[in-house]
């Protein structure tokens, strides 16, 4: 995620990113800075309990001030870059899983209230 935040925020590109689906608060602080974040209610309250300093480790001037060289693609292109990278297309994979499931459930959930 790091790595896409300091693109769009190097190349001024207008859009929110957003981390999830944080296993520790590790992961969180990692980020820190980012536009949004979804966390967890037990997360939260790790967070909340800890007196450690939160620093910002995402920051759009400091991802400004990067040599970055931009990139396009075509949907061929994004599609060998997307397989290529196993970590995204595993995630993407996973969390399109979960949001059928989650749909599903929802949809049982509507009919038996119906």
């Given at each position: 995620m790091r790595a896409i935040y300091n693109h769009y925020k190097h190349f001024g590109i207008r859009t929110e990113v957003m981390g999830a689906s944080f296993r520790n608060v590790g992961q969180i602080i990692a980020l820190a800075g980012s536009d949004l974040l979804t966390i967890a209610p037990e997360l939260l309250a790790k967070?909340?309990?800890?007196?450690?300093?939160?620093?910002?480790?995402?920051?759009?001037?400091?991802?400004?001030?990067?040599?970055?060289?931009?990139?396009?693609?075509?949907?061929?292109?994004?599609?060998?870059?997307?397989?290529?990278?196993?970590m995204a297309t595993e995630k993407l994979a996973e969390g399109i899983r979960a949001f059928a499931a989650d749909a599903a459930k929802l949809e049982q959930m509507m009919l038996a209230s119906a």
């Open positions: 967070l909340a309990e800890s007196n450690e300093p939160v620093t910002r480790a995402l920051d759009p001037q400091a991802a400004s001030e990067l040599e970055l060289t931009a990139v396009s693609y075509d949907e061929a292109g994004f599609r060998y870059a997307l397989n290529a990278d196993a």
